[in-house]
T-cell receptor
Framework: NAGVTQTPKFRVLKTGQSMTLLCAQD?????MYWYRQDPGMGLRLIHY???????AKGEVPDGYNVSRLKKQNFLLGLESAAPSQTSVYFC??????????FGQGTRLTVV | DAKTTQPPSMDCAEGRAANLPCNHS???????VYWYRQIHSQGPQYIIH???NNETNEMASLIITEDRKSSTLILPHATLRDTAVYYC????????????FGAGTRLFVKA
């Protein structure tokens, strides 16, 4: 039982490049989330999904897109990366009304 | 979700109890108190949650005041491995985990 797995763990992008972060969970959770964490700060919600085929905006959605084509996967896309998107990205999943389980993070640097 | 207030940092001697306070004076009747911790830059780890009664599990105890406006997370015998940032979160147990994590309390356990 792997829980929540994020791919890749590290990435360096040049400004303007695009990339997709993959999150996979094997707990059959309905809800999935993407957060970002900047140095010395808490986590901020980017986008979330309440089920396959549905997505919604969180606190800081600008510059990101997401897709949930399969229940177990939640993709976070950066269409044109900017230095301000340098951060650590965490994916999480949960059942309704239950605690969330987090992945180990993706450290992204945009130069 | 109600706002929470935590001290930015605390120290604790190894082997002693660590008592981490959290104020949540605007908590609503249907909102639970959740605690997570984040070790180094790993993904947040769920610790415990409660509604009004005190709760205990293998990791910690949660004490919620009678008026529910504050709570304390207790690590009974802190070890060096408990050095982490601890987040107190208040949320209703409906819907998903769309909670915003604040800055938390940085706990330093010293030998």
């Amino acid at each position: 039982n792997a829980g929540v797995t994020q791919t890749p763990k590290f990435r360096v992008l040049k400004t303007g490049q695009s990339m997709t972060l993959l999150c996979a969970q094997d707990m059959n959770h309905e809800y999935m989330y993407w957060y970002r964490q900047d140095p010395g700060m808490g986590l901020r919600l980017i986008h979330y999904s309440v089920g396959e085929g549905t997505t919604a905006k969180g606190e800081v959605p600008d510059g990101y897109n997401v897709s949930r084509l399969k229940k177990q996967n939640f993709l976070l896309g950066l269409e044109s990366a900017a230095p301000s998107q340098t951060s650590v990205y965490f994916c999480a999943s949960s059942r309704q009304g239950s605690e969330a389980f987090f992945g180990q993070g993706t450290r992204l640097t945009v130069v | 979700d109600a706002k929470t207030t935590q001290p930015p940092s605390m120290d604790c001697a190894e082997g002693r109890a660590a008592n981490l306070p959290c104020n949540h004076s605007t908590i609503s009747g249907n909102e639970y108190v959740y605690w997570y911790r984040q070790i180094h830059s790993q993904g947040p780890q769920y610790i415990i949650h409660g509604l009004k009664n005190n709760e205990t599990n293998e990791m910690a105890s949660l004490i919620i005041t009678e008026d529910r406006k504050s709570s304390t997370l207790i690590l009974p015998h802190a070890t060096l491995r408990d050095t982490a940032v601890y987040y107190c979160i208040v949320r209703a147990n409906t819907g998903g985990f769309k909670t915003i994590f604040g800055a938390g309390t940085r706990l330093f356990v010293k030998a």
